[in-house]
Nanobody, 125 residues
Framework: QVQLVESGGGLVQPGGSLRLSCAAS????????IGWFRQASGKERKGVSC????????YYTDSLKGRFTISRDNDKNTVYLQMNSLKPEDTAVYYCATDLDGSNCPNLLSEYDYWGPGTHVTVSS
């Protein structure tokens, strides 16, 4: 059974850091791209970052470049999202997802078929 489970969320002060984890089971992470998304309360879900499987090429939403870093550890079947210099506007539920269709990051959110339940991140003083 394909499963993705996020962890690492919580309450952090502005300027702080968190590292989110996306643990995969039921498939081998090595062969598939993994994306991170977030959804703030009352807003639509948006892409944050994605990492290819084939060459670990990474993609970021422009506004997050330099603060967020995605990485993967295939031995642990886990993808990480390191988030630094967090701002109140980063408050959201963060999700990881995959399309289980190939090694390259999908272009559209709708192409992702498998999602984790999400982890809450709150940035507040």
């Amino acid at each position: 059974q394909v499963q993705l489970v996020e962890s690492g969320g919580g309450l952090v002060q502005p300027g702080g850091s968190l590292r989110l984890s996306c643990a995969a089971s039921g498939f081998t992470l090595d062969y598939y791209a993994i994306g991170w998304f977030r959804q703030a309360s009352g807003k639509e879900r948006k892409g944050v970052s994605c990492i290819n499987a084939s060459n670990s090429t990474t993609y970021y939403t422009d506004s997050l470049k330099g603060r967020f870093t995605i990485s993967r550890d295939n031995d642990k079947n886990t993808v990480y999202l390191q988030m630094n210099s967090l701002k109140p506007e980063d408050t959201a539920v963060y999700y990881c997802a995959t399309d289980l269709d190939g090694s390259n990051c999908p272009n559209l959110l709708s192409e992702y078929d498998y999602w984790g339940p999400g982890t809450h991140v709150t940035v507040s003083s």
